[in-house]
């Protein structure tokens, strides 16, 4: 008979495995291994049902992805030594943040499926920069966004999208660090690495996979209650918010401004905002709008902050968001000056 220890090690490793494959499945196939709720027309429900329907929608969607998120991160926490993720991932070292936005891109996982990831790598050691550069790099340009946002909209518009979140995420990265409230967050979670460290360092395999499970459960709770929460809110925004509306001011210097603003509210998951974007375009919104709202959306929403909140303070949060949506509309403008179209 396996001991409990042997079953929890075994568990661990099934659930980021299922979890991987879950995720992995419509990206091969084109259809989700689970029924997804479709609730229609969002704003046809009573108000009071409108954060139910969205949530429900949300979790049948996204739930294999959280749970290979948190998963992820268990693991990343529980084996990844210390001194390797300091090493690589140092806010005093540039190649940390190259090395954070090419890695960052593998991953098809929206902001809030990031936060666990995140989660585990500054818990490791980490610096805030890097973690950050990686946090924000994932959902703005992994591979499958860039993918589509070249064969819905145009392959400019993914070499705008790819190149504009790499620096921008290096630059949010390098600048947070150097804050007062940055460098406050990355001595909190060096201390509590460094006493775990001395623990890890004492395990074996299976003793290191329990601790995973631990890991990712204590992620769960810290983050995702906040994270519903979060996405309830947005619930309201996307059920009416006009998007004529929005469609028609999305134009010249107001627009771009207005592009990179508004993903902020506008949640969607990942790949979702490339088909918003198309819809937008559609009806009129400009390139360059577009561009801004493919990099503030995805790196910067009101659900992803409140998780980030709870692991490194709102004040870093807010720090990043406001840069977030800065650099969006900067590379909004550049490329209304120098390219303009699709």
């Known amino acids: 008979m396996p001991s409990r220890n042997t079953i929890l090690a075994v568990l661990a490793w099934v659930l980021l495995f299922f979890g991987l494959f879950v995720v992995a499945y419509p990206r091969v196939t084109g259809t989700p291994l689970f029924p997804v709720y479709d609730y229609g027309d969002l704003s046809s429900y009573n108000p009071i049902l409108v954060p139910f329907v969205y949530l429900a929608n949300y979790l049948t969607r996204a739930w294999g992805a959280f749970l290979f998120a948190f998963m992820l991160g268990g693991v990343i926490e529980a084996f990844i030594p210390r001194q390797k993720m300091t090493n690589y991932f140092s806010s005093k070292s540039a190649k940390s943040y190259f090395l954070a936005a090419l890695f960052a891109p593998v991953l098809t996982v929206c902001s809030c499926a990031m936060i666990p ?15 950050l550069t990686f946090l924000l790099m ?6 499958l966004a860039i ?10 518009m993914a070499a705008a999208r790819f190149g504009s979140a790499f620096v921008i995420a290096i630059l949010i990265g390098f600048i947070v660090a150097k804050t007062r409230w940055g460098r406050a967050v990355e001595e909190k979670f060096a ?27 204590a992620l769960v709770r810290t983050v995702l209650p906040y994270l519903l929460i979060g996405v309830a809110a947005v619930s309201f925004i996307d059920a009416y918010m006009p998007r004529d509306v929005v469609g028609t001011y999305l134009t010249g210097p107001l627009g771009v401004l207005l592009g990179a603003v508004i993903g902020v509210p506008l949640y969607t998951p990942t790949l979702v ?8 375009l559609n009806a009129g919104m400009a390139p360059s709008a577009a561009l801004a709202f493919l990099l503030g959306g995805p790196m910067i929403s009101i659900p992803s902050m409140i998780g980030v909140s709870r692991i490194i303070g709102w004040k870093t949060v807010l720090t990043y968001a406001l840069l977030g949506v800065l650099w969006a509309a900067v590379a909004g403008f550049i490329y209304m000056t120098f390219i303009g179209g699709l």
Do not use: C, Q, W
């Open 117 to 131: 990831i995140f989660g585990g790598i500054i818990a490791t050691g980490a610096g805030i920069g890097p973690a």
């Open 273 to 280: 905002e490339v088909f918003l974007t198309k819809a937008l």
């Open 147 to 156: 993918l589509f946002t070249s064969e819905l909209i145009s392959p400019l």
């Open 191 to 217: 201390g509590i690495s460094a006493a775990k460290a001395a623990e890890v360092v004492k395990m074996d395999f299976r003793e290191k996979s329990v601790n995973s499970l631990k890991e990712a459960y």
């Open 138 to 143: 994932a959902p703005a340009a992994n591979f």
